[in-house]
């Protein structure tokens, strides 16, 4: 059902007077920008070379037809948008588009790319923010987009079987019908591919409660380089025979083979939810506000998201989002999922008259009945589709310690003044993950030099991560250094020497050229 306001005060009196204003935005056609009109990466980023790679030819689309008769793509027309980041931030220039339809035909075109040393970039739903999805140059695209099929799945022990290219919300909706759910929860989880999430190791809205992706991947197939197959498609949850091979491929962004199925853990879905939108004054009443959560709600905590006012503002301004509460600096989301209804909503209920009575959250609104719990979910998952009616965004994705983690937000608009629109930052308190936007009508080299590398270098002085959850991609990779060791950064060089030695692999992303 959905519950009436509740409010610890009638006046609060701190709103920001930041006015969202339609002169400093671009119109809503700009998240429809042609895919053609984005700027070449290797124009906007030319101190990167292409690598000693063999050009396609005839010959070789000729062995691919054979290899899969009639999911070969070279019209320029169809392979444009499989060419250009979601961001429509890197675009490149590959003349050929590849859709295996199962693990032999991956190995068969992956032997035959390594022995003519033409290089590859694997494609899942193509929904990364790091440009690690697409061609930096001629790369061929390897679509994952046919290998879509469910082999198994044990309601005893909860574990998935699945292709590399079955979309993550079609995986939690087959899995619903069973009263299962999967561990893992995106925005783009209409779109992304398991494959993809697994290969970035993507994190998403409830790690707090489901943990990350190195624990819930039991076992995985792969084709390396040279289209030997990897067999690690184990089942079992418990195994200590040697080492864990399938966790070098978890994050490994397609840069060491690619992963063509999955068996994964996935737990029971919970009966009973319940989702609080709260205001609060300053970031340290989210901070205390997550305390206080942490000690009451334990193990019902499933996700505690928060957000800023600026990000609100643009949610009612370019998508007509309603804000359900009055207007308050920051935001928080906090949803528990359990087994007993009647025991969740009395501890929820108990939590919401703690941090109202010590005035850390000021102003509040809760859902149990779905629908309402889709609309207040909406107010923190819609946030990027909002800031891509600004025009260009640039992205960053940390991991910071609680205490800093807004302070990055607040300097990063000091720093940048006039030169953007809007800074705004939202992210996973639960797992100390800040999603940092910075926007700007249109491109420009002058934002980006003062954006980069200041922020990682910022994020490194304070022990924290250039990547918490999107992988490096293109767009970081020459940043590593800000959060890995020399010797770590050589050994992952040793690794991909060792599996992919003349570099076809996804290259030009993760490592530093």
Known sequence: ????????????????SLQVSTRYCLSMSAKTKCSSQVELTSVRYPHVKRGYFSQVSE?????FERLIPSRVLTDAHEIAPHNVDWLKMVRGNSKVLLKPKSTQEVSEILAYCN??????????????????????????????????????????????????????ESLDKLLEEKGFI???????????????????????LRLLRYGSLHGNVLGLEAVLADGKILDCLSSLQKDNTGYDIKQLFIGS??????????????????????????????????????????????????AFEFQDDVSMQLLEAFLGLSNPI?????????????????????????????VLSENTAQDGTVATDL????????????????????GTVYKYDLSLPLPNMYDLVLDMRRRLGNMVTYVTGHGHLGDGNLHLNITSPKHRDEVLNAIEPYVFEWTAKYNGSISAEHGLGFKKAKYIHYSKSASSVALMRQLKGLLDPKGIMNPYKVLPS
Not at 151 to 157: H, K, L, R, T
Not at 188 to 195: D, L, P, V
Not at 378 to 388: K, N, V
């Open 253 to 302: 962004e397609g840069s060491l083979g690619v992963v063509t199925a999955a068996s994964i853990l996935v737990p029971r879905r919970p009966k009973s939810i319940n989702v609080a939108f709260l205001g609060c004054g300053s970031f340290q009443d989210v901070l205390k506000t997550f305390k206080l959560a942490k000690i009451m709600l334990g193990e019902i905590l499933s």
């Open 115 to 168: 022995s003519r040393r033409l290089a590859v970039v694997p494609q899942g739903g193509n929904t990364g923010l790091v440009g690690g999805s697409v061609p930096v140059f001629d790369e061929i695209i390897l679509s994952m987009s046919l290998m879509n099929q469910v082999i198994s799945f044990d309601e005893v022990s909860g574990i998935l079987v699945c292709e590399a290219g079955c979309i993550l």
């Open 1 to 16: 059902m959905w519950r009436p306001r509740f409010s610890a005060c009638v006046s609060y009196g701190v709103t920001r």
């Open 371 to 390: 629908s309402k719990v889709k609309e207040l979910w909406g107010l923190r998952e819609r946030i990027t589709d909002s800031l891509m009616c600004c």
């Open 182 to 204: 999967m561990p893992l929860d995106l925005g783009a989880k209409g779109s992304c591919h398991i494959g993809g999430n697994i290969a970035t190791n993507a994190a998403g």
């Open 59 to 63: 010959e070789d689309i000729k062995v």
């Open 326 to 354: 009055s207007r308050w600096p920051f935001y928080v989301l906090v949803e528990t999922s359990g087994s007993n209804s009647y025991h969740d909503e009395e501890k929820v209920t108990s939590f919401l008259e703690k």
